[in-house]
């Protein structure tokens, strides 16, 4: 099974590229006040240790779009300044360097301002994201009688239509909604309206575990439909949380792979030994490991508890234990090796997955 | 925008129905000995309390299928009994009282057997769920030149034909690979080509955030299409996990509702609040509040750190609050109602929530 990608037309985000054939990026949004350039400038590192590909700062007012330039220094991926309601701010982070700016159609409407905001970006050479949300809509659409994936969608194409008259065309669009139902069939609809790139992302998805599942739910639904091109998971937690949901979203579809993936069977009645305690473990062992998850192989590890599908699942993996009797049967390529005591299993798994990074 | 579901022929599992407009059933199954009656009643009391509706329990021997008597009497939902290889575990379960047996066709498929199995089941009148796992395809399917998704449904298909020709229709069916792209091909298969409820399921999910990535990309994707009865959410984590996905995943595309939903934007630099401490504190008092999440009535409360999307999400739900200026803005029901200090904020939404619940 491989998912068959919408066609987007290419955008250059700093040194990243997204639409066409390039991976889709995985991208996150700093808390910290933007005009605090030494915390804001260790979050972003912090997120680029975890995997985050571009990276977006609130601007709030002029002191924060200037700071742009100063964390463009010390950082080592592209800035995206989020600008709502002040066009001036929109001016002031081009002009600081920013990568890519996103505009609100619900709050930057009128047509000289959004005229000028072009032709800086255009003058920059940088794209501009459209990014309509379910939460702010402006008042020509909110009221509209339609269902909310359409006034996302009408809205969107209204501002592009705006900004490709000024022939502008280095657009990148997003439609957020906080329901599920609703950002699936918004981003169905504007996939077939045009051919930017999409970056995808729930809108105030809510607390840690329901933020997860709706994200999973939308940008997966939509990412194996071929929909999406950047995506950004919105939790109300610290970033890096939105950075290993988004990677681990990718990987779970084939769509990228950022290191060797675990699969395990939940456990049952059948199981003699401490799976969730040895999973836990390997998990660690793993992510301390630079040299396997620094090399972005596609590796897939099977620890399973029983005879049942032990085998089979640890045979199809690149690597497998499976329990019964006592001990733990190790798989390679397909192939059983050899019976390990429990004790030594998750020490061996490691030993083997080194060996087919060497 | 509302689901439509599969119409699919509705079967009885103790007092739960699944299929036809029934809701979709939260299952689960213990990670204990089955025949450590005490340990395995306690979980599946706890696993009560969490809502789980239909429990499985893995049964190895006869002194397991034995044991489902006693369960039984203990617990307040329908007992599933797991079976493999063995037959004779089938019909002693049977006998102990389960209230469906899942069978698993890649180590039960002797004619003679699965019949006598079959007779079993329709005179204590109860379902069989032909239950096949990508990880334990008999030998005949597995090594058949064809996409693994399609071996599945080939393999239940066969299996299910043959026990139809017995004059027993009270099947339940899944198909579960531990890829999420063969799990949604393979179910999306077999809803073409029977009418049975299907118990959804990622089997071998692996670390406990991929498994509920996986899980939430795969059973959402389905269930938004309208595919699936039942799901079982496989973690390697204690089983009250499982079900609050469940859960979750159930209630973020609108298909059920178990108590209020919150929704909150992931903070910014905009935001001058702790806003993810009010949101934890918020998930604990309403999760202790069995008053509120008893009634299960859809409640949506919006907490949203600023006023770009804030006003706008806070006016959508039943309740919510926007910061702003160093203060909170309660809205309800669409409408603006007060002006609130910070730290009273979490106090005063909890107390409108108990007003839309009397």
Same mark, same amino acid.
């Given at each position: 099974? &491989?998912?068959?990608?919408? &066609?987007?037309?290419?955008?250059?985000?700093?040194?990243?590229?997204?639409?066409?054939?390039?991976?889709?990026?995985?991208?996150?949004?700093?808390?910290?006040?933007?005009?605090?350039?030494?915390?804001?400038?260790?979050?972003?590192?912090?997120?680029?240790?975890?995997?985050?590909?571009?990276?977006?700062?609130?601007?709030?007012?002029?002191?924060?779009?200037?700071?742009? +330039?100063?964390? !463009?220094?010390?950082?080592?991926?592209?800035?995206?300044?989020?600008?709502?309601?002040?066009?001036?701010?929109?001016?002031?982070?081009?002009?600081?360097?920013?990568? +890519?700016?996103?505009?609100?159609?619900?709050?930057?409407?009128?047509?000289?301002?959004?005229?000028?905001?072009?032709?800086?970006?255009?003058?920059?050479?940088?794209?501009?994201?459209?990014?309509?949300?379910?939460?702010?809509?402006?008042?020509?659409?909110?009221?509209? !009688?339609?269902?909310?994936?359409?006034?996302?969608?009408?809205?969107?194409?209204?501002?592009?239509?705006?900004?490709?008259?000024?022939?502008?065309?280095?657009?990148?669009?997003?439609?957020?909604?906080?329901?599920?139902?609703?950002?699936?069939?918004?981003?169905?609809?504007?996939?077939?309206?045009?051919?930017?790139?999409?970056?995808?992302?729930?809108?105030?998805?809510?607390?840690?575990?329901?933020?997860?599942? &709706?994200?999973?739910?939308?940008?997966?639904?939509?990412?194996?439909?071929?929909?999406?091109?950047?995506?950004?998971?919105?939790?109300?937690?610290?970033?890096?949380? #939105?950075?290993?949901?988004?990677?681990?979203?990718?990987?779970?579809?084939?769509?990228?792979?950022?290191?060797? #993936?675990?699969?395990?069977?939940?456990?049952?009645?059948?199981?003699?030994?401490?799976?969730?305690?040895?999973?836990?473990?390997? #998990?660690? +062992?793993?992510?301390?490991?630079?040299?396997?998850?620094?090399?972005?192989?596609?590796?897939?590890?099977?620890?399973?508890?029983?005879?049942?599908?032990?085998?089979?699942?640890?045979?199809?993996?690149?690597?497998?234990?499976?329990?019964?009797?006592?001990?733990?049967?190790?798989?390679?390529?397909?192939?059983?090796?050899? +019976?390990?005591?429990?004790?030594?299993?998750?020490?061996?798994?490691?030993?083997?997955?080194?060996?087919?990074?060497?």
């Amino acid at each position: 099974m &491989k998912i068959n990608r919408r &066609k987007a037309r290419p955008v250059e985000i700093g040194n990243v590229r997204i639409g066409g054939k390039y991976p889709v990026a995985v991208q996150s949004m700093t808390k910290t006040k933007t005009a605090d350039i030494e915390k804001t400038l260790t979050q972003i590192k912090r997120l680029e240790g975890f995997g985050c590909e571009i990276i977006r700062v609130a601007v709030r007012d002029s002191e924060d779009a200037c700071a742009i +330039k100063k964390i !463009k220094r010390g950082a080592g991926l592209p800035i995206v300044a989020d600008i709502h309601f002040n066009w001036r701010l929109a001016v002031i982070a081009i002009e600081s360097g920013a990568d +890519k700016i996103r505009l609100n159609p619900g709050n930057i409407y009128k047509l000289e301002e959004l005229k000028y905001i072009v032709s800086a970006a255009r003058l920059a050479g940088i794209p501009i994201r459209v990014g309509v949300n379910s939460g702010s809509l402006s008042r020509n659409f909110s009221s509209a !009688k339609m269902p909310i994936h359409k006034k996302l969608v009408v809205s969107a194409m209204d501002y592009i239509r705006k900004i490709e008259k000024m022939g502008f065309r280095d657009i990148v669009v997003s439609l957020k909604a906080s329901s599920v139902l609703d950002t699936i069939e918004a981003y169905r609809g504007i996939a077939g309206h045009c051919d930017y790139p999409l970056h995808l992302g729930v809108t105030a998805t809510g607390l840690p575990f329901s933020g997860v599942i &709706k994200s999973s739910i939308a940008l997966g639904s939509l990412l194996r439909e071929g929909i999406g091109d950047t995506i950004r998971i919105s939790l109300t937690r610290p970033p890096e949380e #939105e950075i290993k949901a988004g990677r681990l979203i990718l990987q779970s579809l084939g769509l990228r792979h950022f290191g060797p #993936e675990v699969i395990s069977c939940p456990t049952c009645g059948r199981c003699e030994v401490d799976l969730i305690g040895m999973v836990a473990q390997l #998990e660690k +062992k793993l992510s301390s490991l630079g040299d396997l998850g620094g090399k972005k192989k596609p590796l897939k590890l099977a620890v399973m508890g029983c005879v049942v599908n032990g085998p089979g699942e640890a045979a199809e993996a690149d690597l497998g234990v499976a329990f019964g009797r006592g001990q733990g049967l190790l798989f390679k390529k397909g192939r059983a090796l050899r +019976k390990v005591p429990v004790s030594r299993t998750i020490q061996e798994l490691l030993k083997e997955a080194r060996g087919l990074y060497v």
